[in-house]
């Protein structure tokens, strides 16, 4: 039998300092981030949780006017939780910029900053959103500010993209035709320069039919000042991939009870396995429970029989019917979630019922946490 998800001793550990919840787009994930972060809070810990989502709902429900790209404290009247809760939500080109100037002198970051290729790949590049979110999260590990920090992981089209985005940025940046353009910086002698210049020369000509020879130029004074800082680059990417793995960490794989959803939890799930990263358990969002102790074929024989009596309760045989909706639709997640669980027994379940409307506030975050940790 599936173990129940006990969110609260997940969140209450002193040795839990990084939360990342991911799944597939469109599950609840932010809110489900914002609420786990607000119960944490609530219960005393120092929390921030990091949100990719630029929609200004998450700043709304935690009475902010907005996110920026640094953490701002959640502060409300009558909120007085016993820790702290901060927030903040990912801005790509501020962290990629914080990022040059940190690994570079000030006068190469000047160049890196204003280069035209850098501006491009700095907001456009494949990857570059999800290996800036684990960037932002390595800051923040790093002030040692906060006992936990909640990731909201970016909205992708698959849910590895996460993981896989240090190694497929570096492997961009590294690429054989993007290292060609630094070639004759980083070429050693006279003679050598020679040679490789013009062959370079030749490959300068044939690339800039295509891409035009001012962003060719751009691309090589870009790759040539961001040579030696390379190196902190990668090194960065090591460290946050290391802390996604460490036993400090623990990741929440979100899904709506939805094939689609499902079976992208189950591809995360297992590569998880793969990589050897720490899988707390599954939080099956918008669930739909049944209500009443009765059947759907009791239902809608009683909603057949009001509706057969002149005069009867039209309102009542209207409630029967959706009644009826509910069961089928309760056992077509439960048939869902439970093919889930029979392809992975070891992994933890919360289901969490859907909530009449959208979040917007507090208490609406307040109350999904609650649904999350209730037994």
């Not at 630029?54 to 902010?64: D, E, F, H, V």
């Not at 990857?127 to 909640?150: P, R």
């Not at 209500?291 to 009791?298: I, K, M, T, Y």
Request: with cysteine; net charge neutral.
């Amino acid at each position: 039998m599936t173990d129940r998800l006990d969110i609260d001793t997940l969140l209450d550990a002193p040795e839990t300092r990084v939360v990342v919840c991911c799944g597939s787009g469109g599950v609840g994930k932010t809110t489900t981030a914002a609420a786990l972060a607000l119960r944490a809070a609530e219960r005393g810990r120092q929390t921030v949780v990091l949100t990719i989502d630029p929609a200004r709902r998450l700043a709304q429900a935690l009475g902010l006017r907005e996110l920026g790209n640094h953490p701002r404290k959640v502060t409300v009247a009558g909120f007085e939780p016993k820790g702290e809760l901060w927030a903040m939500m990912l801005d790509m080109r501020r962290t990629f910029d914080d990022m040059v100037r940190r690994h570079a002198g000030p006068e190469r970051a000047e160049q890196l900053l204003s280069n035209p290729f850098y501006q491009t790949i700095s907001t456009s590049f494949s990857g570059t959103q999800e290996y800036m979110a684990m960037e932002k999260l390595g800051q923040l590990a790093a002030t040692g500010e906060w006992d936990l920090i909640i990731v909201d992981t970016p909205p992708s089209r698959s849910a590895l993209d996460f993981l896989d985005a240090p190694n497929r940025l570096s492997a961009a940046l590294d690429g054989r035709m993007i290292r060609l353009l630094t070639t004759p910086a980083r070429a050693g002698s006279w003679g050598l320069r020679k040679v490789v210049s013009a062959g370079f020369s030749m490959f300068a000509k044939a690339v800039s039919t295509i891409l035009g020879g001012q962003l060719l130029a751009d691309a090589s004074a870009f790759m040539q000042a961001f040579d030696s800082t390379f190196g902190g680059f990668r090194e960065r990417a090591s460290k946050t991939a290391e802390l996604l793995r460490s036993e400090g960490t623990a990741f929440l794989v979100v899904a709506a009870p939805e094939p689609d959803a499902l079976r992208e939890a189950s591809y995360f799930v297992d590569r998880l396995s793969t990589e050897a990263m720490p899988l707390a358990g599954l939080v099956a969002n918008r669930t739909h429970p049944v209500l009443a102790d009765l059947s759907a074929v009791d239902a809608l024989a009683a909603a057949e029989a009001l509706e057969r009596e002149a005069g009867s309760a039209p309102l009542a045989a209207a409630v029967l019917r959706l009644h009826a909706d509910r069961v089928e639709m309760s056992r077509r997640e439960q048939r869902l979630i439970a093919r889930f669980t029979k392809a992975h027994p070891t992994v933890a379940v919360a289901g969490v019922p859907a909530l009449p409307s959208d979040v917007h506030d507090l208490p609406g975050l307040r109350d999904v946490g609650n649904r999350i940790a209730a037994d």
